[in-house]
């Protein structure tokens, strides 16, 4: 099947999605944050309703008004916007999908079920590809994340003839650390054509090194930027500047998590520095500590991400 878009590559953001402070989804702000990523951090990929985003806490109806209004916002922004669709139920999942063929979304993905879950490859392919089915027009990922599915089948094993059983399949987001289960994905499939998207921030460089082709993050809502350098500096070849450039977003990303670090505090950060006010999370999670937004600050100071310049009007107000 061919499709009409360039292979989904470079960063994409994992967005957040914007709240009130009564926990409504603020969709005001979501033309500002198209904005903000492409003008401020150079990322002109989206990955909507997924794990930063709250997609798994948000209602059936929510998500594709999520969907819409990014897909809406980015049109002739944005590159890619890749749509998560992933559920507990197959039909919800099918009926995510259909939606964003229909808003003209750029791709779909999905994680495993996480409840009732698939413990052979064999039934996850199965369910995968009816959740595909239901968008064939529309390029297919798989979300591997399985710290937080508890599904432990690996990657590597999933994508052996996976073409055969799911056509539109192009691709997998890799939100793991398993760096031998990445390197046999990319190493066994070096003759298709598949986008290798890897989704733990502080290890890109070791993936794209294994030949990773992108990187799916939370973190490039506000560290986009300084990250483009390093992809920059590792197509030239100059590792050593890589290097560099990765070890200092390591330097903030280990304070951060040191400190307890999850979606609630991505949400502070990114208010912090982009100054388009996110808000809390929902519930079962915790709004961020003031103490934790201070701290962050001052490391991201610090490390040179963030000058008194950079702290845009209303931003200390938003997060506190």
């Known amino acids: 099947m061919a499709f009409p878009k360039k292979k989904l590559q470079g960063l994409v953001a994992a967005t957040i999605t914007p709240m009130t402070e009564n926990g409504e989804i603020n969709f005001s702000v979501i033309g500002q944050y198209v904005d903000y990523l492409v003008k401020e951090q150079g990322v002109k990929n989206i990955f909507v309703n997924g794990t930063t985003g709250e997609g798994l806490s948000l209602s059936i109806s929510e998500r594709r008004q999520v969907a819409e209004e990014w897909v809406t916002k980015g049109k002739d922004k944005l590159d890619q916007v890749v749509i998560h669709v992933g559920a507990l139920s197959l039909k919800e999942s099918q009926e995510l999908a259909q939606h964003a063929a229909e808003i003209g979304a750029d791709g779909i993905a999905v994680i495993a079920p996480f ?7 064999d039934i996850l392919i199965n369910f995968l590809k009816e959740v595909a089915a239901a968008a064939p027009a529309l390029p297919f990922y798989y979300y591997h994340i399985p710290a937080l599915t508890g599904v432990k089948i ?3 094993e999933l994508l052996d003839g ?6 539109t399949f192009r691709g997998l987001k890799f939100s793991d650390t398993d760096l031998l289960d990445f390197g046999q994905c990319v190493d066994q499939n070096r003759r298709q054509q598949f986008a290798f998207l890897f989704g733990v921030d502080e290890q890109l460089l070791s993936a794209l090194v294994m030949g990773a082709t992108g990187a799916v993050g939370s973190t490039y809502n506000y560290l986009g930027k300084k990250t483009n350098q390093m992809l920059e500096a590792f197509e030239r070849k100059d590792l050593s500047l890589a290097l560099n450039y990765q070890f200092c977003i390591q330097r903030f990303i280990n ?3 040191k400190l307890g670090f999850g979606v609630s505090q991505t949400k502070a950060i990114m208010t912090l520095v982009s100054g388009i006010p996110m808000g809390p999370p929902r519930l079962p999670l915790q709004k961020a500590s003031r103490e934790f937004t201070d701290s962050a600050e001052a490391k991201l100071k610090s490390l040179d991400f963030l000058s008194f310049a950079d702290l845009k009007d209303g931003s200390l107000e938003a997060s506190s």
């Open 255 to 257: 304070f951060v998590v």
């Open 154 to 156: 690996r990657a590597e």
């Open 115 to 121: 409840f009732l879950k698939p413990w052979t490859k």
């Open 162 to 167: 996976i073409q055969d059983k799911i056509p």
